[in-house]
C-alpha cells in the first residue's frame, strides 16, 4: 500500500460541509474584525492573513477530533476482536469479524471501518497484522493505539496469549479514553467562558457605538487611529492565541 493512500490523522482531514463551515468562520472572522478596527474596505486584503491562521486553528480543532473519534471506535474495535478470539476465532480473522459490528455502530463511512479494509487489503498482500497495526498506531497520533499495537507486536512474536493481553489492553485503552473524556468535560467549562472572553470586547464596541454616535471616529480614516487600533488588535489576537494555547497544553497533559 502506497503511504499516499492512507490517511494520516495527524493531519487535517476536511469532510465537505466541515470545510465550508469552517471557510465561512474564517470569512466572518475577517470581516468582523476589519469592521470593529478599521471599517475599511482596503483592510479586508491585509486582514486575509488573520482569516489563514484563524482557520489553521479551526484545522487543529478537527484534527483533535478526528483523533478522538478514531480512538473510541478502535476501543470498540478490539472489543469485538477479543469477543472473537474467544469465540475460537485466529487473531486475523477476528479483526475481519469485527468490520460487521463497526458498520453497525459507526457506518461505512467512520474512521475504524476504513481502517479495517486496508488491514484486511494488508493481510491479503501478506503483510504481517502487527505491522498494519503498527502503521495505523504511526498514522493516529494517539498514544492509546500505539501502545496497543506495541504490546500487542511483542506478544505475536513471544507467542503470548493474545485473548487475554487485549482484553487487559482493552481496559488501559479505556481508562486513558475515559480520563480524556473527564478532562474535556472539566476543560468546557473553561472553553465556554473563554468564548465569552473572546466576544466580550466587540460588544462593548457595540454597545458603545449604538449609545454614542460617533465616540470611535477619531479612531478611523487616520494614521493615528490606524496605529492605535492596530496595537490593540495585536493584543488581542496574541491573547486569543495564548488562551487556545493554554487550553491545548492542558488537553495534551
Known amino acids: 500500500m502506497k503511504s499516499s493512500e492512507l490517511p494520516d490523522y495527524r493531519r487535517v482531514m476536511w469532510k465537505v460541509p466541515e470545510l465550508a463551515l469552517a471557510i465561512g468562520k474564517s470569512i466572518g472572522a475577517v470581516v468582523v474584525l476589519t469592521f470593529c478596527f478599521y471599517r475599511s474596505f482596503w483592510a479586508l486584503l491585509p486582514m486575509s492573513i488573520v482569516g489563514l491562521w484563524f482557520f489553521r486553528g479551526l484545522g487543529r480543532v478537527q484534527v483533535r477530533k478526528t483523533q478522538r473519534e478514531l480512538e473510541l471506535q478502535f476501543r470498540e474495535c478490539i472489543r469485538s476482536v477479543s469477543a472473537s478470539l474467544r469465540a475460537g476465532y485466529a487473531v486475523e480473522n477476528a479483526f475481519g469479524e469485527s468490520e460487521e459490528d463497526m458498520v453497525l455502530l459507526y457506518g461505512k463511512d467512520s474512521h475504524i471501518y476504513r481502517e479495517l479494509l486496508l488491514i484486511r487489503r494488508g493481510l491479503t498482500m501478506n503483510i504481517p497484522l502487527e505491522r498494519l497495526l503498527m502503521n495505523l498506531a504511526d498514522r493516529s497520533g494517539s498514544d492509546a493505539i500505539l501502545q496497543f499495537a506495541e504490546v500487542f507486536a511483542i506478544a505475536k512474536r513471544g507467542g503470548g496469549n493474545l485473548t487475554e493481553i487485549i482484553s487487559q489492553s482493552i481496559g488501559l485503552i479505556g481508562q486513558q479514553i475515559d480520563m480524556r473524556q473527564e478532562i474535556q468535560t472539566i476543560l468546557s467549562g473553561r472553553r465556554m467562558e473563554q468564548g ?55 488537553e495534551e497533559s
Open 196 to 250: 465569552i472572553m473572546k466576544v466580550v470586547p466587540f460588544g462593548i464596541l457595540l454597545y458603545i457605538g449604538i449609545t454614542n454616535p460617533g465616540y470611535f471616529d477619531d479612531l478611523y480614516g487616520n494614521l493615528t487611529g490606524v496605529s492605535v487600533m492596530t496595537v490593540l488588535l495585536i493584543i488581542y489576537l496574541v491573547a486569543y492565541g495564548m488562551g487556545d494555547r493554554i487550553l491545548e497544553r492542558l
